[in-house]
């Protein structure tokens, strides 16, 4: 094999799915003697799958008697089992020299994953609270039995080792104290971002506008059931929080979060999935997670979640992408996702050895990325207009790097945007309209009406109930405090909405601390997002905001808004941040592969 050609292991696992197609056994005659020594048919098995692949013979026989003595030890380990009842383990997992090595272990399977963990922590000298494993791209559960989670004789963990600095380790000692002493730090941060999850799904749960939305791809906001609101607030937030450790290329820790981010999707209709391209998008990340990371026993493994992901993105956008282009007049920023459909394609089928396919879809991803890839002066260019890095890449790419039609295409998106935010503050507005005529049928004046909706944070059962029982009567034309004189801007509104919360609780507490933001968000908080009667009434101490007093969060309170501002800090802004990719990864890939089928076939010529 030439130095161009793919490493050992690639060799290996082509070989393996080689042998996987063809059912052949090679611990079985005509490949082993009673003896369990090699015969000449392993060699002639050899020259047909070195022809194949294009690999040098030798190579190919190596790997042919390294996996037929590794599959006579299975058959000794499984006789063991019988015996016994010991279960043998194989254990891959990364040295701290950096180098992938393998062993095994044996172990009866009525212990804990936790217990395993221990002792592969001593036997590779691993730091036990930054360790877990992986089978079948699931995260085995600690406190669950081995058995429980269908780990068998035999079965295949991969060890994964997330690394923290000291200075990382020493501030998440002191956010949580107890809890880190006895919880992994990987563990605890998945725990801290599905608590802040469910913190803003009840807010969710709380108003008609959800924190996350789903929406098409013009931006606007897709209906969500209600029962499945939890799970799929949760499924996003967890998969953001993978896609921005991708971004750092930690795809150790991205992985953990995407898992659990599929787990959670899972629980969400396949009606809704086959709606919008979130979990779409999952699949490829996890299967780019597993490409990067170089675990090929995953990567075999990733065709079905490849056709969950082409299936899913033929119902969204249409096969031919018509249903897209009929919503959004273009598809080229939704082509970089197909881009790396084909390339990971492409991929998996060098991997099962099977190379024409691999070549063909490699020659289709590396014509797409030539169209996909913009012009880094362009996008200088743009920036210098004012648009942001992302704005100029998705606008070029959507204009065929056209800079003066990007630049309108920019400006374009922009009001479509404001214009859909119009548009949702218009809605509001004539709800609320709506309920304060209702209770002026009732007999009661606008301003009254108006006052007690607003004290009722918009509720108008609430309201109904305030003005009938309230002990200072509502219909009186007292004055309602600054609250009620002040203009609030859609911007200042839009704002806090951001952060959570309702846009209609937004602006009645922006109006009482007399369009404080800062204020405003931290009564909201402290208030599970809607301030009560009694605070929206109360008139403030001054008429200067700086003297307006909010009560003391509780330390829970103040825990809480911590962890939603971390879960915050990793949601884009941009709806179409999935799609800003730089192209230079799979540039790699690429030229990564197509050079290894290049060095493959010069080795046997």
Known sequence: MTSDGPPENVVQDQVRSLLENEMIRLWEP?????????????????????????????????????LRCTSLQGLSAKKTFEDTGLATIRITYT?????????????????????????????????????????????????RSLA??????????????????????????????????????????????????????????????PYLEIADQKGRPIPIPAEEKKALLLAMTLHEKGRAFMKKRDYASALLYLLDADEEFGKCGSELLNTVDNHAVLQLEVVWCFLQLEQLDCLRDAEERLRRAQTRLNNCYGENLERLYNLKGSTANEQVLYLRLKLLQGVVLYHKGKLQQARKHL???EILLGKLCVDDKKVVQLMSLGFTAQEARLGLRACDDDINFAASHIYQRREEKAEIRRKERAERKRKKQEAINSLVAL?????????????????????????????????????????????????????????????SAAEVALRRFNGNIERAVQALMDHSGYLPSSLVNSPPSSSSPEDMEVEEPSEEKRKEREIVEEVLADIPEHEEDYLDMTLEEEKEVVIKYKTWLQGSQQSTS
């Open 363 to 365: 020659n289709e991803a």
């Open 443 to 503: 007999g009661y004046s606008e301003k009254a009406a108006a006052k007690a909706f607003r004290s009722a944070n918009n509720n108008l059962e609430h309201a109904i109930e305030i003005l009938q029982y309230s002990p200072e009567p509502f219909y009186q034309d007292d004055e309602a405090g600054p609250s009620t004189r002040i203009e609030i801007s859609d911007e200042a509104i839009n704002q806090v909405a951001f952060l959570g919360f309702d846009p």
């Open 148 to 209: 429980e989670q269908n780990v068998k004789n035999n079965s295949l963990i991969m060890v994964m080792q997330i690394t923290v600095t000291e200075e990382e380790a020493k501030e998440q000692e002191m956010v949580f104290q107890e809890e880190m002493k006895e919880q992994d730090e990987c563990k605890a941060k998945i725990s801290r971002t599905r608590k802040g999850a469910e913190i803003l799904a009840q807010h969710g749960e709380n108003s008609n506008v």
């Open 30 to 66: 005509p490949y082993t003697t009673e003896n369990k020594d090699a015969t000449p048919e392993l060699k002639i098995l050899a020259e047909k799958y070195a022809l194949q692949l294009c690999i040098d013979l030798r190579n190919v026989e190596s790997i042919l008697e390294s």
């Open 95 to 143: 040295s701290n020299g950096k180098r992938k090595e393998k062993t095994r272990l044996t172990t009866k399977l009525n212990i804990s994953a936790g217990d395993l963990r221990a002792e592969i922590a001593q036997l590779t000298g691993m730091n036990e609270g930054h360790v877990k494993l992986i089978m079948n791209s699931k995260v085995l559960k600690m406190d």
